[in-house]
C-alpha cells in the first residue's frame, strides 16, 4: 500500500485506543443549552429571540446579514431563559443564548428530502449557510464561504487523517456512516466544481481505509489514499502537499492551487443539510481521557455543558482536573463546568498532567535548545517568535512571520522549558492582523 505523507512534522503518541472501537450514541440530552452567539471564524450573530420565547429544535435563534457569518440555531426545545455572557470554551467569556429544555423528545424531524441533483451551486451554498455549517474539525471557518472559490478548483479534498491524540469522532464516522459521506462530497464537488475527490485517511484507521476503499470502487473520480501517522497531517496545506503533491507557498489560499478541504463531519453535515434540511445542531465528539470511566463518540447538542456531558461519562467533578476541549494539541483548556459544547469541539479530552494546555501563559526561561525550530512544521523559528511575544515586539514578530503560525502546538509540545508558544502566538494575532493591514 502506498503512503503518502509531508516532509517535516513530528510523531506523537496516539492515545486513540480508549474509543476507537467506541461506536456513535446519542449522549442524554442537557436540562439547559448555553449556545455562543459566535463560535465561528467571523462576526457575532444578533439574537432572534427574545428571553421567555419558545423555541424548537432547528429554528434559527441568531443570525447577521453579513456573508462572514453562520447563524446559529436552537439544539433543543425549551424556553429562552437568558441571553447573558458565560464562560466560553475560549479565554474570554462570550454572549451566549440559554435555552431551559422542555420535554423528552429532542430529535430533529426532516420536514423534506431534496435531491442534491436537482439544485444550483448558488441554490446548494446558500441551503449550506442558513443551515450555519461552519468547519468542524476545528477551525470553525463557515462552510458556505469555503466552497465559493474564487478561483478554479479540481479537487476537493476529504480529511479523514485526525492527526490529533485521543481524537476519533471522524473516524467512527468514516466507518459508521461511509455513503453519507461520500453523498456529502458529491455535494461539496458540485459546489466547488471539482472532478476529483480523495479522502485523506491515517493509515492508523485500517477499518476506514478499507469500508471507504470498498465503497468507492467502482467510482473512478474518487480514490482513498492511505496518510502516514505524522501530526499535524490533518492542516490544509500538510494535506494538499501529501495528496497532491502540490506545493502551498506562504499565506496562499487553498483554492489557488486548486483545492478545496473539508473535515468528515462537515461533509456529513453539508450532506444532512440539502437533503433534510438539518442545520448544525449537534455533533460527535469524543470524550475521552485515562481516568474517563466511560469514554466514547457521543451525539451531543450544541450548547451542552462540558460539565453535564462529563457526567454522563462518569465524571462528577471537574475540579482539579485537566479538562480540554478540542484536541490535546490545538484545542482550550476549560475550566468551568458551563462552558458548551460548539460546533467545532471535537472533543472533550480529560488529560493526565503531562499532555495538558496550560490556561496561563507560561513565560519560563528559553534555554536555546531547538526543538521548537526543528519541529514547526511551517519552518518558523518558535523560539525567536515568542521571545518578541514576551515583549509585545509586533513588528518583530511580523518579521519572522508569526501570521504563518497554524496554531498547530507542536513548539509549546516539544518545549523542554514548558513555554506556552503557541499560546503567546495565539493570545496576539489580532494584533499582528491588525498591524499587518495598517502595513500593507
Ligand atoms: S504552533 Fe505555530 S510556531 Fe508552533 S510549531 Fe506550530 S506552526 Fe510552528
Ligand atoms: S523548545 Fe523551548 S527552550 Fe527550546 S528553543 Fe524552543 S522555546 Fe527555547
Redesign the pocket.
Known amino acids: 500500500m502506498e503512503v503518502r505523507s509531508f516532509k517535516g512534522g513530528t510523531h506523537i503518541p496516539h492515545y486513540k485506543e480508549y474509543t476507537e472501537k467506541c461506536a456513535i450514541e446519542p449522549m442524554k440530552v442537557p436540562p439547559e443549552v448555553v449556545i455562543p452567539l459566535l463560535m465561528h471564524g467571523g462576526e457575532p450573530n444578533e439574537p432572534l429571540v427574545q428571553v421567555g420565547d419558545r423555541v424548537t429544535v432547528g429554528q434559527k435563534i441568531g443570525d447577521v446579514d453579513n456573508f462572514w457569518n453562520a447563524p446559529i440555531h436552537a439544539s433543543v426545545n425549551g424556553v429562552v431563559e437568558a441571553i447573558d455572557v458565560f464562560p466560553s470554551y475560549e479565554v474570554d467569556d462570550r454572549v451566549c443564548i440559554k435555552i431551559r429544555t422542555e420535554g423528552e423528545d429532542h430529535a430533529f424531524k426532516p420536514q423534506m428530502e431534496r435531491d442534491p441533483e436537482s439544485l444550483s451551486q448558488e441554490e446548494l451554498r446558500a441551503i449550506i449557510r442558513e443551515a450555519g455549517l461552519v468547519g468542524m474539525g476545528g477551525a470553525a471557518f463557515p462552510t458556505h464561504i469555503n466552497i465559493s472559490p474564487r478561483s478554479p478548483v479540481d479537487s476537493l479534498l476529504i480529511n479523514g487523517a485526525e492527526c490529533e491524540p485521543f481524537l476519533t469522532c471522524d473516524h467512527r464516522l468514516m466507518v459508521e456512516r461511509a455513503d453519507d459521506l461520500l453523498a456529502g462530497a458529491r455535494i461539496m464537488m458540485r459546489c466547488i466544481g471539482a472532478s476529483r475527490c480523495y479522502i485523506g485517511i491515517e493509515v492508523n484507521k485500517p477499518d476506514a481505509i478499507e469500508t471507504l476503499k470498498q465503497k468507492t470502487q467502482h467510482m473512478s473520480d474518487m480514490e482513498v489514499v492511505p496518510l502516514a501517522v505524522k501530526y499535524p497531517q490533518g492542516y490544509k496545506s500538510h494535506l494538499i502537499k501529501a495528496i497532491t503533491g502540490r506545493n502551498v507557498p506562504r499565506g496562499a489560499r487553498s483554492a489557488e492551487l486548486g483545492c478545496v478541504v473539508r473535515n468528515v463531519g462537515t461533509t456529513i453535515a453539508g450532506y444532512e443539510a440539502v437533503v433534510y434540511g438539518k442545520p448544525l445542531i449537534e455533533r460527535v465528539v469524543t470524550v475521552s481521557g485515562p481516568t474517563v470511566p466511560k469514554p466514547g463518540n457521543y451525539i451531543i447538542k450544541i450548547g451542552t455543558p462540558v460539565g453535564f456531558a462529563l457526567e454522563q461519562c462518569g465524571i462528577s467533578d471537574m475540579e482539579g482536573l485537566k479538562v480540554v476541549q478540542g484536541g490535546p494539541m490545538t484545542g482550550r483548556a476549560q475550566e468551568s463546568p458551563e462552558a458548551g459544547i460548539v460546533k467545532s469541539s471535537t472533543g472533550l479530552l480529560v488529560l493526565p498532567p503531562e499532555l495538558a494546555v496550560p490556561r496561563d501563559i507560561s513565560f519560563s ?9 526543528d519541529r514547526c512544521p511551517m519552518f518558523l523559528y ?2 525567536y517568535i ?2 518578541y511575544a514576551e515583549a509585545n515586539m509586533i513588528d518583530q514578530m511580523l518579521e519572522w512571520d508569526a501570521l504563518d503560525c497554524m496554531d498547530c502546538g507542536i ?1 509549546s509540545y ?4 514548558h ?1 506556552s ?1 503557541a499560546d503567546m502566538i495565539r493570545c496576539l494575532l489580532p494584533e499582528l492582523k491588525n498591524r499587518q493591514k495598517s502595513i500593507y
Open positions: 526561561d528559553c534555554v536555546r535548545c531547538g526543538k521548537c525550530v518558535p523560539n515568542s521571545l513548539c516539544s518545549c523542554p522549558s513555554r508558544i
